[in-house]
């Protein structure tokens, strides 16, 4: 292998050879690349990825005896697994070295970063042992004053709020809840931070927000949302980005605190939507605590009684004074509210009317009874006939059977048939739509199986 790819390769393909006949190097390494050539296309041609640095120089190994040639080939690769794989591969179709026949076989493709992994390994493990001689010294505890202080000299005050150092000078700044916070994002290098304190907004927030372009990081619970609403009826804030649910700022990791602030939205968009489950959520009572309240129980069991015995109370003394009151007052019914009676002559001529309705209803009832009944009978036996088979059938004016059709033909038929259609029966549930349909082909009676919502003044609709 040469020295030269000995740094870049990432796996190496051993493959052995045999030829029936004495060649040389140079007559199989011009196999190789001929036969293989175009085979692939020019992403995979040994010619240019040799030129791009993505192979190496190819080590053919030579050995003969007894007429033949025999050996191995050795192909350095920075491709990756899939291309690299599919580079052996290739190779095994070379069949030919000049005008001998030649087998190739792939052994194996080896990890070159193996040997590297484990050159790294000895050397973390002298490392370490030299660093466990150091004994007495705890070195996380220095660690986290030394970050602690680099952190709180770093914060400076910002018309007297916590803030990063490049809070004052950045166009872009971030508005989160405490100092905690601020310090938070300034160990991840986050250092345009200014903290509102909490729930008191002050003056000098409100002005800042108007200067800069604001992002307000919220933490991902009740508290936070409460805080971009009030904060947002006050100042002027471009974007707000949320904690995970359940999650303080203070308490994320860089990715998620980066995270966060990738997903931040409008605020416009903040309110309509993420924040409109809590609409007048404050203005709402909380029914649980205000029924064990005690007011609520004395509420149901005393003023709800009484209100009901002063009602009682108007009702006895409005009876007895009944016939002191005039004419007009005397229908007052304290329970429905108070109402202007109609004279008597319209009581009059509305109970002749109800009269004679029920009159005609009475006479009506049992003809169409006799109709429908009649009708039923029939068709009774060819409704019988139909069912279950998915069909309709078609009658006109006498009863008089006009065809068969499938149930999904039934309104184009009706639509397009020059006869004209008295009756349909079918193995089918009536629709609103058959309905419409019927009463502008001015047929009579309809019968089905099962009767939808829909109903019909003109048209006769049973259900068998």
Do not use: H
Not at 226 to 247: E, S
């Amino acid at each position: 292998m040469a020295k030269t790819y000995l740094n870049t390769i990432k796996y190496e393909i051993k493959a052995t050879y045999e030829v029936d006949g004495v060649v040389e190097k140079p007559d199989i390494i011009g196999a190789i690349f001929g036969q293989s050539e175009g085979l692939l296309g020019e992403d995979m041609d040994l010619k240019e990825l040799q030129q791009a640095g993505k192979i190496g120089r190819i080590e053919i190994i030579v050995n003969k005896s007894k007429g033949k040639t025999s050996g191995e080939i050795i192909i350095p690769s920075s491709l990756d697994q899939i291309k690299t794989s599919i580079l052996a591969a290739t190779i095994e179709t070379v069949e030919k070295v000049g005008p001998c026949d030649t087998i190739v076989k792939v052994l194996k493709i080896t990890d070159t970063r193996k040997e590297k992994r484990e050159v790294i390994t000895d050397r973390a493990k002298q490392l370490l042992n030299r660093m466990q001689k150091f004994e007495g010294i705890e070195t996380a505890e220095i660690a986290d004053n030394i970050k602690s202080q680099i952190r709180t000299a770093k914060i400076i005050s910002l018309n007297g709020l916590p803030a990063g150092p490049e809070a004052k000078m950045n166009k872009e700044i971030i508005i989160v809840e405490g100092r905690a916070d601020v310090i938070k994002l300034l160990s991840y290098g986050i250092k345009n931070a200014v903290a509102m304190n909490g729930s008191n907004i002050e003056r000098a927030l409100i002005e800042l927000c108007k200067q800069k372009t604001v992002t307000l990081l919220i933490d991902g619970d009740r508290g936070g949302e409460l805080n971009a609403k009030k904060l947002a009826a006050l100042a002027n804030i471009d974007f707000i980005a949320k904690a995970p649910d359940g999650k303080e700022v203070e308490e994320l990791a860089q990715k998620e605190i980066l995270q966060a602030l990738k997903r931040k939205i409008p605020t416009s968009d903040y309110l309509r939507g993420k924040n409109n489950s809590y609409q007048n959520y404050e203005q709402r009572p909380n029914y649980n605590n205000y029924r064990t309240n005690n007011n609520y129980n004395k509420f149901n069991r005393n003023n709800r009684n009484e209100r009901y015995d002063n009602r009682r109370n108007n009702y006895n003394n409005w009876n007895t004074n009944r016939n002191e009151r005039p004419f007009e007052q005397r229908n007052f019914d304290p329970f429905k509210g108070n109402y202007r009676p109609k004279p008597i002559n319209e009581i009059k001529k509305e109970e002749i009317q109800t009269q004679t309705i029920q009159k005609e209803t009475i006479t009506k009832k049992p003809l169409e009874q006799k109709k429908e009944i009649k009708e039923i009978e029939s068709i009774k036996k060819d409704f019988e006939k139909i069912k279950g088979s998915s069909k309709a059938r078609f009658y006109d004016e006498k009863n008089k059977k006009i065809k068969d059709i499938q149930i999904k033909e039934i309104i184009p038929t009706i639509e397009k048939s020059r006869k004209k259609i008295t009756t349909i029966i079918f193995d089918g549930i009536i629709t609103k739509r058959l309905i419409e349909t019927a009463e502008k082909n001015n047929i009579k009676n309809i019968i089905g199986v099962k009767k939808g919502s829909a109903k019909s003044e003109k048209i006769n609709i049973l259900t068998m």
